[in-house]
Nanobody, 121 residues
């Protein structure tokens, strides 16, 4: 069982930056792929970014490529999402998620409670 807690959300102006953090409990963190998803009001939850167990492989949604960077620190059981050049359409609740194995398949097994990101125009 993996428990996930997100932090770092908030209100920022368009063009600004935020860094989200996901703290994971459990000894399996370093062996599993991790994801970020988001859900905007009235919309379905969507994939944002993913990172494999080692951190060497990453994937991004087209809408955030070149602006967001996903990283992880296995020694600290943490994952991060650096978000630059934020746009109002990035406003959403951002969720940290853990997959079942080391490879990215974008099918999480465990979810955090989410952190709100609001980008004003």
């Amino acid at each position: 069982q993996v428990q996930l807690v997100e932090s770092g959300g908030g209100l920022v102006q368009a063009g600004g930056s935020l860094r989200l953090s996901c703290a994971a409990s459990g000894r399996t963190f370093s062996t599993i792929a991790m994801d970020w998803f988001r859900q905007a009001p009235g919309k379905e939850r969507e994939f944002v970014a993913a990172i494999n167990w080692s951190g060497f492989t990453t994937r991004y949604a087209d809408s955030v490529k070149g602006r967001f960077t996903i990283t992880r620190d296995n020694g600290a059981n943490r994952m991060y999402l650096q978000m630059n050049s934020l746009r109002p359409e990035d406003t959403a609740i951002y969720y940290c998620a853990a997959e079942a194995g080391p490879v990215i398949i974008m099918s999480p097994r465990h979810w955090g409670q989410g952190t709100q990101v609001t980008v004003s125009s």
